[in-house]
């Protein structure tokens, strides 16, 4: 995709963007969830938990952020849905099948032991679907997400989880900047973050050496149960 010069806030303070991507809703837009219970893995404040919500039979979100869950309950409410419920526990420790899901879906929160609890908790042919942080994400801070896949990466934990992958595409954007205050201002809800994880320095070595891009880049995968 060519490089987009854009000064559109798509990303919140936590580098996650402001909506979900509609492209991977319409992955799951034929998928019929009425009846069905959702697993929602790592839901932070339940964006994709309460989206679903009004198209499922139940809707759990798993994360463990308690500050997290509580404004995704309080989001529940205010929304009306009383067919979601959100549960405190780690999503690479606990297993799923007590929750009895239908369907396991995750938004930027995935890796290999979230497969395999995916994996292990649904029947054959049930759906997984989520959104991970592509590899190159962010490429100009040198440093991976602990969520980032590849596409082989991807396919090689899923098919190792049992499932089999009926789309995996990549959605990119590369910001392109006219000067280092306009890539820095792009940035501006990522300092915080970065400054504690060491991306904040490469970034600035990066303008530094005459870079002026941003890239964003997700995986977008629907997979099933074999
Ligand atoms: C980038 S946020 C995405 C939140 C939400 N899915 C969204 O798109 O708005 C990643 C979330 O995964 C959660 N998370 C990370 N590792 C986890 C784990 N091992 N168990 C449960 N939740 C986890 C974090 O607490 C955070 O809420």
Not at 91 to 101: D, I
Not at 182 to 200: C, H, P, S, V
Not at 206 to 224: C, P, S, W, Y
């Amino acid at each position: 995709m060519a490089p987009s010069r854009g000064d559109r806030p798509t990303v919140g303070r936590e580098g996650v963007p402001t909506a979900i991507s509609p492209a991977f809703l319409m992955l799951l837009a034929d998928e019929d969830l009425a009846g069905r219970t959702v697993l929602d893995v790592g839901t932070g404040r339940g964006r994709l938990a309460l989206a679903l919500a009004p198209r499922s039979g139940r809707v759990v979100g798993i994360d463990r952020d308690e500050v997290a869950l509580t404004d995704a309950r309080r989001a529940a409410a205010a929304a009306g849905l009383t067919n979601v419920e959100f549960v405190g526990l780690d999503a690479e420790v606990g297993e799923y099948g007590g929750l009895e899901p239908d369907a396991v879906v995750a938004h930027l929160c995935m890796s290999s032991a979230i497969a395999e609890r995916a994996g292990r908790a649904l029947t054959r042919g049930a759906p997984f679907a989520f959104v991970a942080f592509h590899a190159d994400q962010w490429r100009e801070t040198g440093r991976r997400s602990r969520f980032a896949w590849n596409e082989d990466e991807a396919r090689v934990a899923l098919e190792g989880a049992a499932f089999r992958v009926e789309h995996l595409s990549v959605e990119r954007d590369v910001q392109a900047f006219g000067s280092v205050e306009e890539a820095l201002a792009a940035a501006i809800g990522l300092e915080e973050k970065w400054r504690a994880d060491g991306r904040w320095f490469r970034y600035i070595k990066f303008l530094e050496e005459g870079g002026r891009t941003l890239t964003r880049a997700h995986l977008h995968v629907r997979a099933r149960k074999a």
